[in-house]
């Protein structure tokens, strides 16, 4: 198990909640997706319905990039300024 450290604040509990949720029904499709065989899938109804979820993954896939764009820029600024802030400062040496 990795550990976590918070660089800046307080953890956001809500939007962490909220990541966990994604990634679960993330899980659930994928394993869904995974039980339907390509070889087989066929009918007006399996495509409809696969449009329709191809449609909605689409749309969920924009939302994620634009999230994990300004997520990973706010954890590279954290993780910048968690580094400058433990490296030892340079001290003038004296004559």
């Known amino acids: 198990m990795s550990e976590i450290l918070s660089v800046g ?9 909220l990541w966990e949720r994604v990634s679960t029904a993330s899980q659930r499709v994928a394993s869904l997706l995974e039980n339907i065989p390509w070889q087989t899938v066929s009918g007006e109804r399996s ?7 191809g449609d909605l993954l689409k749309q969920a896939a924009s939302l994620l990039a634009r999230t994990a764009a300004r ?4 954890y590279m600024r954290l993780e910048r300024n968690a580094r400058t802030a433990s490296s030892p400062k340079d001290t003038p040496t004296r004559p």
Do not use: F, M
């Open 47 to 53: 495509r409809a319905e696969l449009n329709e979820a």
């Open 71 to 74: 997520e990973e820029l706010r």
């Open 9 to 17: 604040g307080t953890p956001d509990r809500a939007a962490q909640k």
